[in-house]
């Protein structure tokens, strides 16, 4: 089937399940990235339910149709072709926060700081590290998401996820295989829809100072005023990627409109009109020379995705 001649019989399936208005033909997905780089999708829907999400799965299967799913778009870098077949945009149509006691249910949708501060004000710790970071609660889940000594394995209770043959499955800690920036939704296909956390009952003065001081480190330190898409590379064991571009005199270099940030050496920023090529030039770049002035090889933290 022809890239953006998804046949009328597929498309009226489509709209069966989702309405129009959340149904974007040719969509350009700079619009739907912290990066603000990104070719089209072929298809570009946004869900509202796992039921939603189920049968949008089961539709894909059917007639082939490859699907990509993005949630904030904050940890993504997408080819400048874009994607081919169907995107899943999970926003804010599933961002719902709820709590039980200490148990905190989300949508995927749900943007981290929104959940952090929700338990916040119910006075749950342990989402303190999470205000500060640009992403959806799905998106962190899938990444194990961290900063300042906490990631989302210390907190997730289970997960409720939609896989490729439309099955809805609850998967616990030991089926998720959280590593560093590591979950089995990298590896089984299956897409998260609901995060359960368990957080601990704390005064609420002690939560808030925390999590102002995460802020204001984060605020101080990191291009924040900048287009990109969080922290370029995973941090080396017993080093810091900062640190090693710096000491490479990387800070300031430039591929076309792509930086490294002068704010924070381990950041890639949009400087103006950057494209992915650009970004992934710099990339290389960056680790070339860092492993020429250091002996150690950095690894992109980011995720490359559409086509090449």
């Known amino acids: 089937m022809k890239r953006n001649n998804l046949s009328d019989e ?6 069966q399940v989702i309405p129009e208005r959340r149904l974007l033909i040719n969509e350009p997905l700079s619009k739907h990235t912290t990066f603000k780089i990104g070719g089209p999708a072929d298809y570009l829907v946004f869900p509202a ?8 799965m089961i539709i894909t ?14 940890n993504i870098l997408v080819r400048d072709k874009g994607i081919k077949g169907l995107v899943l945009k999970i926003g804010s149509e599933m961002s719902y926060i709820r709590n039980t006691g200490a148990l905190v249910t989300a949508g995927a949708g749900a943007m981290l700081a929104d959940v952090s501060c929700y338990a916040a004000k119910h ?40 896989c490729r043959n439309g099955n809805i499955q609850r998967f616990l800690p030991a089926q998720i295989q959280f590593g560093y920036r590591h979950s089995i939704f ?22 808030s100072q925390k999590m102002d001081e995460y802020t204001f480190r984060r605020e101080s330190k990191q291009p924040l005023e900048m ?5 370029t590379f995973k941090r ?7 640190t090693l571009i710096e000491k490479a005199g990387l800070k300031g270099l430039q591929v076309g409109g792509a930086q490294v940030s002068m704010k924070h050496a381990g950041f890639v920023i949009n400087a103006g009109g ?4 650009d970004v992934l030039l710099l990339i290389e770049e960056v680790q070339r020379r860092v492993y020429e002035d250091s002996g150690i090889m950095l690894h992109p933290e980011v995720r490359v995705i559409g086509e090449e």
């Open 49 to 56: 339910s796992m039921g939603e999400i189920s049968a949008i």
């Open 123 to 162: 006075g749950l710790s342990g989402m303190e590290f999470a205000i500060g970071i640009p992403g959806s609660i799905g998106g962190a889940v899938f990444m194990n998401a961290g900063a300042y000594s906490g990631e989302m394995c210390q907190v997730v209770t289970a997960v409720s996820g939609v």
């Open 10 to 15: 597929l498309l009226l399936k489509l709209k």
């Open 227 to 231: 287009p990109s898409a969080g922290s």
């Open 236 to 242: 080396p064991p017993g080093n810091f990627a900062g």
């Open 61 to 74: 299967k059917q007639y082939g149709i490859p699907v990509t799913v993005l949630g904030n778009g904050s």
């Open 186 to 207: 990298q590896d089984n296909g299956c897409i998260v829809c609901e995060v359960e956390l368990t957080l601990q009952k704390q005064e609420k003065p002690a939560i």
């Open 274 to 277: 950057a494209t992915a090529e």
